[in-house]
Nanobody
Framework: QVQPVESGGGLVQAGGSPRLSCAASGRTFSSYALGWFRQAPGKEREFVAAITWNGGSTVYADSVKGRFTISRDNAKNTVYLQMNSLKPEDTAVYYC?????????????????WGQGTQVTVSS
């Protein structure tokens, strides 16, 4: 079992480039696939990015492709989401998720453990 904890959110101007972090609490992420999801008020939680358990491949939502980068540092039990060229529509609560034996990385139902989320607000 792992307990993801997100950090790095806050208020940022459009075009900004914050980096979100997600660290395990007392456990390593090394054997888990990791994903980032986001949810805006009144909207469904949507897939943002994911990385395989071995870091061999990544996948991105079309809305963030080319702007966001997901990476992981197993030595620090941490996964990152580097966000560039932020837009107001990127405003949401960003959640980190972890799962074992994930196949469909874009699916929220593939992940067993979720963080509490970190708010990212992009001003125009």
């Amino acid at each position: 079992q792992v307990q993801p904890v997100e950090s790095g959110g806050g208020l940022v101007q459009a075009g900004g480039s914050p980096r979100l972090s997600c660290a395990a609490s007392g456990r390593t992420f090394s054997s888990y696939a990791l994903g980032w999801f986001r949810q805006a008020p009144g909207k469904e939680r949507e897939f943002v990015a994911a990385i395989t358990w071995n870091g061999g491949s990544t996948v991105y939502a079309d809305s963030v492709k080319g702007r966001f980068t997901i990476s992981r540092d197993n030595a620090k039990n941490t996964v990152y989401l580097q966000m560039n060229s932020l837009k107001p529509e990127d405003t949401a609560v960003y959640y980190c998720a972890a799962g074992r034996r994930v196949v469909a990385h874009r699916s929220r139902y593939e992940y067993d453990y979720w963080g509490q989320g970190t708010q990212v607000t992009v001003s125009s």
